[in-house]
């Protein structure tokens, strides 16, 4: 008999361009598991938005429960390239959680983010 297999927990994203302005939603737990493409997706949208004149990006981790070292890489490796296609990048309405580990990793100085 084959054991049941575990249900991992679902993890989405969205990313739009809002007005001028390229909106990341992120939700669930950011994680290797969760979402292994999840950084080229975003760098790509933003070459993409940038080459549609966006100047201004915002990830919204309001329903992000939880955020490893990969998915602070991921946000690392999107701010590196925000400043270079000289694009600003927020990041909005961190969970206590996701605030906590970016403290951590000191990177609270590192990202503009808002409440």
Request: charged residues 25%; proline residues 4%.
């Amino acid at each position: 008999m084959t054991p049941p297999r575990k249900s991992r927990p679902k993890n989405t994203y969205s990313i739009e361009i809002k007005d001028d302005t390229l909106v990341i939603q992120l939700e669930g737990e950011v994680t290797l598991k969760q979402t292994p493409d999840l950084k080229q997706e975003m760098v790509k949208a933003l070459d993409r938005a940038s080459q549609d004149g966006v100047h201004e990006i915002v990830v919204d981790l309001s329903n992000t429960s939880f955020m490893d070292s990969t998915g602070i890489s991921s946000l690392v490796v999107l701010r590196k390239r925000s400043k270079e296609l000289n694009v600003n990048m927020r990041l909005t309405n961190p969970s206590l959680q996701v605030r906590k580990i970016l403290s951590l990793v000191q990177l609270t100085q590192y990202f503009n983010i808002e409440e």
